[in-house]
């Protein structure tokens, strides 16, 4: 029975359940025809496209259109030997050949690159996996970034370090003269048609571009990325960021460092068009004084023009498709250097220990008064209550989230204060 069941009849069957089991249990049942294999790696394969924005649906029966005929007619999409009008007519033969359920529910879902039943790549794979057969269809992954927060100990050396954008990230691949615009997760993104326009250059062959769509007003652009009719997108540009070919991409890994990868990237820029533009980056070597300060003056920057935060990649990383500590992202802080007034004892696990400062001061012609607790290990905790006399009057370094106003008077406190570090060794003096 099994081998009887047509292309169109799985995906009719896996619509009629919701479960995650049945439908595992169908794609198991069918997985070894080679045209069931061949039809779901062209749909949910993310780097294999057509070329087409818009493929009609059939409203009357054709003769039919057996496998081989409709893949070998897909080829000719997929390696843009057919596109614009000549593409067009294509599709429509191939509408006219097919019966009703074989192309609107097989082949024109391949087409649009959406099965609408619930299968994705990671459920084919997973069965696969359960199969043990070598069958796998390619996972979409490009670079991630971790909290740089979380991983202090990798913000070292030399660094690019860049303004983190707020916008929408794009992976852009351009391949036989087309462009193709991905979200992170690999879902094709039709809407910015300029910005496709200005990568299909034969300069960029080859090549996969890294960066995020931006426009004057971000929720306004979000409304419009994935808007099927109408959308407005024409102020957005690609703000890039990374650059490598395609066979690295696919591969995860790619073989040159982060400066050598933005020098490619100005090489290149000399071919881009207005909505195209490489992000700005500032090498700064954190093991010294000087690079330091630089990094606190681009995170006062990026809180008072609104950036995300901070991009900081380590100079000789490779770009990995996967989540990387060679990108590490630090959200904008604020910094200020407040006075001792008492110390409050901790509770629970951390009575007979210090629990929290409580600070005051100027800063910035500002008056805060608040408690500091976070931020302190236990042997800190331990430590500064054995010498608790001898800290009050003394200036701790806080470093915050944001600035907040006082409810109840012109005091001012922080979000999510966090004990830094002392600022020197006697009351009062700041070093």
Request: hydrophobic share 35%.
């Amino acid at each position: 029975m099994a081998n009887k069941i047509l292309p169109w009849q799985i995906i009719q069957k896996l619509e009629s359940d919701n479960s995650r089991l049945f439908k595992e249990d169908v794609i198991e049942e069918h997985l070894s025809k080679i045209d069931i294999q061949e039809g779901l790696a062209m749909c949910l394969d993310s780097l294999i496209t057509f070329g087409v924005k818009q493929v009609p649906e059939s409203k009357e029966d054709g003769p039919g259109l057996n496998w081989e005929d409709f893949k070998s007619s897909a080829l000719l999409l997929i390696e843009r030997e057919k596109t614009g009008h000549a593409a067009r007519d294509l599709i429509i033969e191939l509408l006219n050949q097919a019966t009703s359920e074989q192309w609107n529910d097989w082949y024109r879902r391949i087409l649009i690159k959406d099965l609408r039943c619930g299968v994705s790549e990671k459920t084919v794979n997973n069965v696969a996996k359960r199969m043990d057969i070598q069958y796998r269809v390619p996972v979409f992954s490009c670079m991630l970034a971790h909290d740089g927060a979380k991983h202090p100990k990798k913000i070292q050396g030399s660094c690019l370090v860049e303004y983190k954008y707020d916008g929408v990230r794009v992976i852009a691949i351009t391949k036989n003269n087309s462009t193709t615009l991905y979200s992170r997760n690999g879902k094709i993104l039709s809407n910015f048609p300029h910005i496709e326009e200005a990568l299909n250059k034969k300069e960029f062959n080859g090549l996969v571009f890294d960066g995020e769509v931006m426009s004057d007003d971000f929720q306004s652009l979000m409304k419009q990325v994935h808007r099927k009719t109408n959308a407005k997108t024409e102020d957005a540009y690609l703000a890039l960021f990374d650059v490598l070919p395609i066979k690295e991409f696919n591969e995860g890994k790619s073989s040159l460092d982060t400066l050598q990868r933005k020098e490619v990237l100005t090489t290149l820029a000399n071919n881009f068009s207005d909505c195209i533009k490489p992000v700005e980056f500032t090498v700064i070597d954190f093991d010294t004084e000087a690079g330091e300060k630089t990094f606190a003056s681009m995170n006062k920057k990026a809180l008072s023009e609104g950036y995300e935060g901070l991009m900081i990649k380590p100079e000789k990383a490779l770009y990995e498709s996967k989540r990387s500590h060679a990108w590490l992202k630090i959200k904008p802080f604020i910094e200020v250097t407040l006075k001792v007034v008492s110390i409050q004892e901790g509770t629970g696990k951390h009575e007979g220990k210090l629990g929290a400062f409580s600070v005051e001061g100027d800063d910035d012609g500002k008056f805060f008064s608040l408690s500091v607790g976070s931020g302190l290990t236990d042997e800190d905790r331990e430590s500064f209550w054995a010498a608790k006399d001898s800290l009050v009057g003394q200036l701790i370094e806080i470093r915050a989230d944001a600035i907040t106003q006082s409810m109840e008077g012109e005091n001012y406190s922080l979000r999510f204060p966090r004990f830094k570090t002392f600022r020197g060794f006697d009351a009062g003096e700041k070093i």
